[in-house]
């Protein structure tokens, strides 16, 4: 199959490992990938910050950027959650119902990694070694709005010496949610003081999930904590093999180039 790498604005511009661990994996698995350079933002933030109008022509590159491609995939519920939500319905209310029509026809075609691996190509097991305990943190636009369910789990339970630990508390929120962590500062804190809480109670050595703006979130508490617990994305973990693991290997996930 011939996929289309969303790599979204966040992971582009931070975490571009993401990026490539996930295309890692779909060749991996015999999947074309391309990325279309035209790509940019989806438009979540203006949308929920209010700006619905200036979102508009947001969506309108993000369509124009992926038409035609047989599926699009994103290591982001959170930026998939607006495709599949926010898209179509930005440009109804402006008026643009042909661009709505666009945007819904392509929300069909776009999925959040673990769900294109598990419902769409029936795959768990990806072939994947990682020698670490890991808890899993669902985060809450691939858990409410997706609905990815137990995809995420299912994938690490098939990875290879992974040993993954049950995350106390794992519905509850991280206190990221965007610009809500700068807003509500003093609340996101405390949300996310919880959620510290309930990982470094696992004894895990990781922490994962499937969206990178959590995982900073999360990963920036616990660095500020020096508990020695950090956070790598489900791609990551996906992407890492066997002989990209070097014996003396003990603190950084390995991706295959």
């Known amino acids: 199959m011939k996929v289309a790498l969303f790599a979204t604005c966040l992971v582009d511009t931070l975490t571009p490992s993401v990026a490539r661990a996930t295309a890692t994996l779909l060749q991996r698995l015999g999947h074309e990938v391309v990325v279309p350079p035209g790509q940019s933002c989806c438009g979540q933030m203006h949308v929920n910050t209010g700006y619905r109008r200036e979102a508009v022509p947001i969506v309108a590159n993000h369509v124009r950027a992926f038409a035609g491609a047989e599926a699009i995939v994103a290591p982001s519920g959170s930026c998939v959650a607006s495709i599949h939500h926010q898209q179509a319905a930005v440009a109804r209310r402006a008026g643009e119902h042909r661009l709505a029509e666009e945007a819904e026809e392509l ?11 598990v419902d769409v190509l029936g795959v768990t097991d990806v072939g994947a070694y990682y020698p670490h305990r890991v808890t899993y943190h669902p985060t809450c636009h691939s858990l409410r709005l997706l609905k990815v369910g137990e995809a995420p789990l299912h994938l690490l339970r098939a990875v290879r010496g992974l040993e993954l630990v049950e995350l106390p508390g794992a519905e509850q929120c991280c206190g990221f949610g965007g610009t809500f962590a700068v807003k509500n500062a003093d609340t ?9 809480a309930n990982v470094l109670g696992t004894h895990a050595e990781v922490c994962t999930a499937g969206d990178a703006s959590c995982l900073m979130h999360i990963g920036g508490g616990l660095s500020r904590l020096r508990a020695g617990t950090r956070t790598v994305h489900l791609a990551e973990i996906l992407a890492s093999t066997e002989e990209a693991v070097t014996p003396d290997q003990t603190t950084k996930p390995a991706v295959s180039a």
Do not use: V, W
């Not at 996101?188 to 510290?196: E, H």
């Open 107 to 117: 929300a069909g075609r776009t999925y959040e990694l673990s769900q294109f691996l």
């Open 188 to 196: 996101s804190t405390a949300m996310l003081t919880d959620k510290m």
